[in-house]
């Protein structure tokens, strides 16, 4: 019933930017939030950044000041601007949208997407 496709993943230098899109779509009632999570080999999946729909937002301390999460709630879509992208950020990046479907509007479900892969190098 809910799809969310995310994309904009790819190879980019140290100190270059990248841009990521996830649009959600399907018999949806109400996006509470969206947000973006990113997950390395051997490591736990950890909070990117994330934004409610009326546009407050949260960032992990590792991405603060070289992040930014937007949204454009007309067209259930979210975007994380990269800049100053390091190696470390190396990670497939998942997005995720707290939904309250049209089926069951009083509650609320969380949908992946099926992840972009980042990689940074030179």
């Known amino acids: 019933q809910v799809q969310v496709v995310e994309s904009g993943g790819g190879l980019v230098q140290p100190g270059g930017s990248l841009r990521l899109s996830c649009k959600a779509s399907?018999?949806?009632?109400?996006?509470?939030?969206m947000g973006w999570y990113r997950q390395a080999p051997g490591k736990q999946r950890e909070l990117v950044a994330s934004i409610t729909s009326g546009g407050v937002t949260n960032y992990g301390d590792s991405v603060k000041g070289r992040f930014i999460i937007s949204r454009d709630n007309d067209e259930n879509t979210e975007y994380l601007q990269m800049n100053s992208l390091k190696p470390e950020d190396t990670a497939v990046y998942y997005c995720?949208?707290?939904?309250?479907?049209?089926?069951?509007?009083?509650?609320?479900?969380?949908?992946w997407g099926q992840g972009t892969q980042v990689t940074v190098s030179s």
């Open positions: 399907g018999s949806i009632f109400s996006i509470i939030a």
């Open positions: 995720k949208a707290n939904v309250r479907p049209a089926s069951s509007p009083s509650l609320e479900f969380q949908y």
